[in-house]
T-cell receptor, first 115, second 113 residues
């Protein structure tokens, strides 16, 4: 298995532009998670889906952030409009089931820089 | 508020030496505790996952301990190698369904020759 796939790996954009991050979870996994990592705050859960349905989006910072999961093999995280404080590494992770001790497998991340 | 605190923030050791990383948490009710290793430029990779009833769990040269009474965990690395240089993140999951994890800010370990 190729693991969790994220694209792009690096994104540099100007303030005000729309940014779309993409994730392909591990085949067969039914839970998908979007995280943001910064030096100051570490890893933070933004939103997670179970069976393509958003379960908890309380970590989404504000209305500029939105996430979709149109099918079991694809998810997007969109920031519109982007701001310099959105600069961070965004990770996608997937797991086989939601809850319990089910292990989450992380993708390589997308490093976003907003100038 | 659920919190996970790790110490030390950073650590430098010589290759071949042992080290212990600490994690204290206030997450309640508790479901499980995980240790992740994150190499620079990569996503975190799980080392161990422990539930309430488990006191210790090993994964090769990595041994994690858990004291659910004092809400403390440690990760012991034996005979360190250069490839152990990474950030080690303690993560705690509460009960109540879902997979909401509380992350520590990590311990940055550097192993030198």
């Amino acid at each position: 298995d190729a693991g969790v796939i994220q694209s792009p790996r690096h994104e540099v954009t100007e303030m005000g532009q729309e940014v779309t991050l993409r994730c392909k979870p591990i085949s067969g996994h039914n839970s998908l998670f979007w995280y943001r990592q910064t030096m100051m705050r570490g890893l933070e859960l933004l939103i997670y889906f179970n069976n393509n349905v958003p379960i908890d989006d309380s970590g989404m910072p504000e209305d500029r952030f939105s996430a979709k999961m149109p099918n079991a093999s694809f998810s997007t995280l969109k920031i519109q409009p982007s701001e310099p404080r959105d600069s961070a590494v965004y990770f996608c992770a997937s797991s086989l089931n939601s809850g319990g001790v089910n292990e989450q497998y992380f993708g390589p991340g997308t490093r976003l820089t907003v100038t | 508020k659920n919190q996970v605190e790790q110490s030390p923030q950073s650590l430098i050791i010589l290759e071949g030496k042992n080290c212990t990383l600490q994690c204290n948490y206030t997450v309640s009710p508790f479901s499980n505790l995980r240790w992740y290793k994150q190499d620079t430029g990569r996503g975190p990779v799980s080392l161990t996952i422990m539930t309430f009833s488990e006191n210790t769990k090993s994964n090769g040269r990595y041994t994690a301990t858990l004291d659910a009474d004092t809400k403390q965990s440690s990760l012991h690395i034996t005979a360190s190698q250069l490839s152990d240089s990474a950030s080690y993140i303690c993560v705690v999951s509460g009960t109540g369904g879902g997979n909401k994890l509380t992350f520590g800010t990590g311990t940055q370990l550097k192993v030198e020759l």
